[in-house]
């Protein structure tokens, strides 16, 4: 199985100030159909996850434009450019290359 | 709009089995490619199986292979998780949840509420 490695665990963030979280596969998500199967999915206290990021890159349907996600190969990037008080929860990668498609451990995001 | 309802907490005995389900409202399940996944208290996602709608089989994970076993009612849209000789090692909360982006590089893009499963003598 390819395993999903996430930093930091955990994130106490200021609002309006930005926050990055980082995500390692042990294997590249690149398809050779041309995508790259990566996703990005935020667990707010108390809910189901819900989908921010498809394909590396590309923000769902109704996410704010602060959230931003990118990267290649087995490297990835999640920014939140001015993090709000709704952001707050567990952040967590996603990989369906292959499958069984694999969570990364998660990120919590908090606020100071 | 889609909606999907899942039925309520269930406490069962090592050794039993669960059964859990999922109702889609807003869309019949036959349009859907449904999945599930489950959280371990305090702990991250876990893929279980889903539904491949292109060549109509279910594909379990691995983990789960001989344990778990994944059905659709479409006469009431209702889809169903059974999960086998529990363990408290499978007390967790499993979501269905809708793939998108074809087989098999599904990602989940709407989820049920999650039903919480405790396994506890």
């Known amino acids: 199985d390819i395993v999903m490695t996430q930093t930091p665990l955990s994130l106490s963030v200021t609002p309006g100030q930005p926050a990055s979280i980082s995500c390692k596969s042990s294997q590249s998500l690149l398809h050779s159909d041309g995508k790259t199967y990566l996703y990005w999915y935020l667990q707010k206290p108390g809910q189901p996850p819900q989908l921010l990021i498809y394909?590396?890159?590309n923000r769902f349907s109704g996410v704010p434009d602060r959230f931003s996600g990118s990267g290649s190969g087995t490297d990835f990037t999640l920014k939140i450019s001015r993090v709000e008080a709704e952001d707050v929860g567990v952040y967590y990668c996603m990989q369906s290359i292959q499958l069984p498609a694999t969570f990364g451990g998660g990120t919590k995001v908090e606020i100071k | 709009q889609v909606q999907l309802v899942q039925s309520g907490a269930e406490v069962k005995k090592p050794g039993a089995s669960v059964k859990v389900s999922c109702k889609v409202s807003g869309y019949t399940l036959t349009e859907l490619s449904m999945h599930w996944v489950r959280q371990a208290p305090g702990k991250g996602l876990e893929w279980m199986g889903g539904?491949?709608?292109?060549?109509?089989?279910?594909i379990y994970a691995q983990k789960f292979q001989g344990r778990v076993t994944m059905t659709e009612d479409t006469s009431t849209d209702t889809a169903y998780m059974e999960l086998s000789s529990l363990r408290s090692e499978d007390t967790a909360v499993y979501y269905c949840a809708t793939g998108a982006g074809g087989s098999p590089h599904w990602y989940f893009d709407l989820w049920g509420r999650g039903t919480l499963v405790t396994v506890s003598s």
């Open positions: 394909e590396v890159s």
């Open positions: 539904f491949d709608p292109e060549d109509g089989e279910t």
